[in-house]
């Protein structure tokens, strides 16, 4: 925004300023009546109209604008004070002469000029203004020297006799010239927004040289007599200067812009007189050796200087990058994020297009910090960027925003970014090597969209916390898969510590431990010592024995008997999930197996982990597991939560058919703990739901609930599903469970998780009836 419209009563008087100097013209070109007055205090006059402008827009101004204006006030001042004394020495004493007192008010003009320009807001980053005026030196200096070589020169020699007139005629333009020379410089250095009052200030400034030059000629050739042409610059160059100042009024007190890098022109701008003026009078007063040698030197000179300004400059440019990049990964870091999220935000708007935030934290990224050290958590992080920059697209924006947080940017269809962002989840999926190790990490994933229709947002600030939201809520679900953000999300931040890091290990006292228990893990999954029990599930109609589920243990030798929240995370974390689904397949199968075989054979349920789905292989092993021990395929139940099957439905559901392609029942473990669970009742091939412990606990106390589960059991039987409530622990809520005609109930109101020699007894005594099949047929 330019912000420097000038309203309609200060362009009437510019226009009226502008309309005077051309009276003013014709009255002396015309020699009408009065026209001594008017060439004694014409000038005076327009001076005089400077000075009031300058006093508004310095009244109108803040900060060092104020400055500016005071000094320009302060500079046509003086020279107004000049005019006013020559005029009154020309027409009242007749005694005009050059020099005279006259010429102490006209030197205030170019001193307090100067000063006014140096103060001018100047955006280059880490530039000072001493440097400016030295700048303005030089330029002027050189062509100065120019200027003596081409001219001067001979108008000096000429003047042997009075050195102080010649020298004081000479002295203004040389003055001017370097006002005019830090104008230039300010000119190229300042921001665009107070650029117009800029420019027509150095326009003005060089109307006034102009004629300054040419004052310094007619005394030097004595003809002052004929100062048309030189009164007219004046008056001119008081015109523009006004209209300057009285269209900086009015522009925003705001900082005028941010730092920048200086633009090429002002790098080499300065040198480039230095080149012309100091060759030249090399040229012109040296010759020989010398002439050649001088030109040399300043040729190496200016080169010198340009090379390092411009070194300087790539410098400068290469820290302003760096400011924007995190240094360990070298991906954005937040404030690089923010400014391109406030960007895409903007667009957004105009461009009626959306806009997603992916939101990534590492699970439990402290205890790798704490477990292998700082250098191995560095590590991973860099891993981690790596893998994660092959997922995103050349336009998107991937920063790290924290220790262990990445964000994504994503500008474009609300799909395409969910399938961005589960291919960043599925790139998880292989370990990575650090520290000679390969570690499994897992990240919560949260997105969220912002369509073109969605309220006003523009930092995108809004956007980022629903992002953070739904990545906490995947973090509390400890599941893997992207969580999209739904307005049910709160978006208030939840503890950050606790949520993977106690009971994470079973053992207190952090790292150290952590690393040993690790070891432990390892040894007891090599050495199969980790244990299956067995929670039978009861039809609820009839009180038969429906089947059992597999629940894993860790028998420890010194912490007693683990239970999977004591050990999975790390499980999870260290990739260890195969080998434990294969061990408790193995142990349920061969137990299921050996009870068959003593007459008594009952289906068993195995809990299956999230990275497991994308395991193509998984069908074929355990059909050929199933096989092996002569056990039917609807022996075995194979239960998923839901949250896992939101990575990738496509692929879930393949696998899924190929399982039940070969007889094998699928379940859906804690159905109603997670979001739009519904839609995947219809979807998914699955034989049986289990309602989540959460869910059921409520029913006999809040009658909301209870229709609740009424209706989904409802749901789930008219399409032809089993259902199975979880956590049942008294006969009231088995009661009104029945009622709801749900078919299966599991829970400590019928048998905790027992062992497999205490299951041999129980199948014994029970009555086993499997649940019927899958009433609907999928394809
Ligand atoms: P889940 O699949 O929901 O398993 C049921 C959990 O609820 C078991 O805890 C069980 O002991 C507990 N439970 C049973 N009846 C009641 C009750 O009446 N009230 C209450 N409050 N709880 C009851 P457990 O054995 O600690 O297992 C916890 C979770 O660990 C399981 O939840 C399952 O998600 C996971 N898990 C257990 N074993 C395995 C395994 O072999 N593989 C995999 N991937 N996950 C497993
Ligand atoms: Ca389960
Ligand atoms: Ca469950």
Redesign the pocket.
């Known amino acids: 925004m330019s912000g420097m419209h000038a309203r309609p009563a200060e362009l009437t008087v510019i226009a009226g300023s502008a309309v005077a100097a051309v009276v003013l013209t014709v009255w002396l070109v015309g020699g009408l009546p009065g026209v001594e007055v008017a060439d004694n205090f014409g000038v005076a006059v327009f001076a005089g109209y400077a000075v009031v402008c300058a006093v508004l827009a310095a009244r109108a101004s803040t900060g060092r604008f104020r400055g500016v204006w005071v000094c320009f006030a302060v500079a046509f001042g003086g020279w107004t004070a000049g005019e006013l004394i020559y005029g009154y020495l020309d027409m009242a004493l007749h005694r005009a002469s050059f020099p005279s007192v006259a010429d102490l008010g006209f030197l205030l003009f170019p001193v307090f000029s100067c000063l006014a320009l140096v103060q001018w807001p100047i955006v280059s980053a880490g530039q000072s203004r001493l440097r400016l005026v030295l700048d303005g030196l030089i330029f002027a200096l050189s062509l100065f020297l120019l200027a003596w070589v081409l001219a001067l020169r001979g108008v000096y020699e000429s003047f042997r006799d009075d050195k102080l007139v010649v020298s004081l005629a000479l002295a203004y333009p040389l003055l001017d010239l370097m006002v005019l020379a830090v104008a230039g410089l300010v000119l190229v250095r300042a921001g665009p927004r107070r650029r117009r009052p800029l420019m027509l200030l150095t326009a003005a400034l060089s109307l006034i040289t102009l004629s300054d030059i040419t004052f310094a000629w007619i005394t030097a050739e004595g003809t002052y007599a004929a100062a048309l042409p030189i009164d007219v610059g004046w008056v001119a160059a008081t015109v523009l200067f006004g209209a300057a100042a009285l269209i900086s009024r009015g522009a925003p007190t705001a900082p005028d812009d941010t730092p920048q890098l200086p633009t090429s022109i002002s790098l080499w701008l300065p040198y480039l007189p230095l080149l012309v003026g100091g060759s030249g009078a090399a040229i012109v007063v040296l010759d020989g050796v010398l002439r050649a040698t001088v030109i040399v030197v300043i040729v190496a000179i200016c080169l010198r200087q340009f090379l390092a300004s411009w070194e300087n400059r790539r410098l400068l440019r290469m820290v302003a990058d760096q400011a924007l990049r995190d240094p360990l990964t070298g991906l954005a870091n937040l404030a690089l994020f923010n400014d391109r999220l406030a960007h895409a935000m903007q667009l957004r708007e105009r461009d009626a297009r959306a806009v997603a935030v992916l939101s990534l934290d590492l699970n439990d990224f402290k205890m790798v910090n704490d477990s292998l050290g700082h250098a191995a958590g560095n590590e991973l992080l860099t891993r981690v960027a790596e893998r994660l920059a092959t997922c995103v697209r050349p336009g998107d924006t991937l920063a790290r925003v924290g220790g262990d947080e990445f964000a994504v940017l994503i500008e474009d269809r609300a799909d395409h970014s969910l399938e961005i962002a589960h291919r960043i989840v599925e790139a998880f999926d292989s370990p990575f090597g650090v520290d000679g190790q390969s570690l499994l990490m897992r990240p919560s994933v949260g997105l969220a969209v912002a369509s073109p229709e969605d309220d006003p947002d523009p930092l995108g600030e809004h956007l980022f916390k629903c992002a953070d939201a739904a990545m906490y809520a995947a973090k509390r679900s400890r599941t893997d898969g992207v969580h999209v953000f739904t307005p049910e999300m709160t978006l208030e931040y939840p503890e950050h510590s606790g949520l993977l890091q106690v009971g994470d290990t079973g053992a207190k006292g952090g790292g150290v431990a952590a690393v040993q228990l690790l070891g432990e893990l390892r040894q007891a999954i090599d050495r199969q010592e980790?244990a299956?029990?067995y929670?039978p599930k009861y039809h609820l109609e009839s009180s038969e024995l429906a089947g059992l589920?597999?629940?894993?243990?860790w028998p420890h030798p010194v912490h007693g008997v683990l239970?999977?929240?004591d050990f999975?995370p790390m499980?999870r974390r260290h990739g260890l999930?195969a080998s434990?689904?294969e061990?408790?397949?193995d142990k349920?199968l061969d137990d299921a197996a050996e009870w068959a075989a003593r007459g008594t054979p009952v289906p068993v349920a195995?809990?299956?982990?999230a990275a497991?789905m994308a395991d193509a292989d998984l069908p074929d092993r355990i059909v050929s597991a199933l096989r092996a021990r002569g056990l039917p395929p609807e022996a075995l139940t194979l239960?998923i939560?839901e949250d896992l099957i939101l990575p990738d439905i496509k692929r879930t559901c393949a696998v899924l058919r190929e399982l039940r392609r070969h007889g094998v029942r699928v379940a859906i473990?804690?159905f109603g703990s997670g979001y739009s669970a519904l839609s995947y009742l219809r979807e998914l091939p699955i034989d049986e739901v289990?309602l989540?412990?959460q869910f059921i606990?409520p029913i006999i106390w809040d009658p909301r609930a209870g229709e609740v589960v009424r209706a989904v059991v409802g749901l789930a039987q008219t399409l032809g599903l089993t259902t199975v409530a979880?956590?049942?622990?008294n006969a009231e809520t088995a009661e009104r469970l029945r009622a709801y005609r749900c078919d299966v109930a599991?829970?400590?109101?019928?048998?905790?998780?027992l062992s497999a020699p205490a299951v041999a007894t129980l199948l014994r005594e029970e009555t086993i009836r499997p649940p019927a099949p899958a009433a609907v047929r999928w394809n």
């Open positions: 980790l299956v029990v929670q589920e597999a629940l894993v243990r239970s999977p929240n999975l499980v999930m434990v689904t061990l408790v397949l349920a195995v809990n299956l982990f497991s239960e939560t473990d804690d289990k989540d412990r606990g979880e956590g049942v622990e599991q829970g400590f109101h019928y048998s905790p998780p």
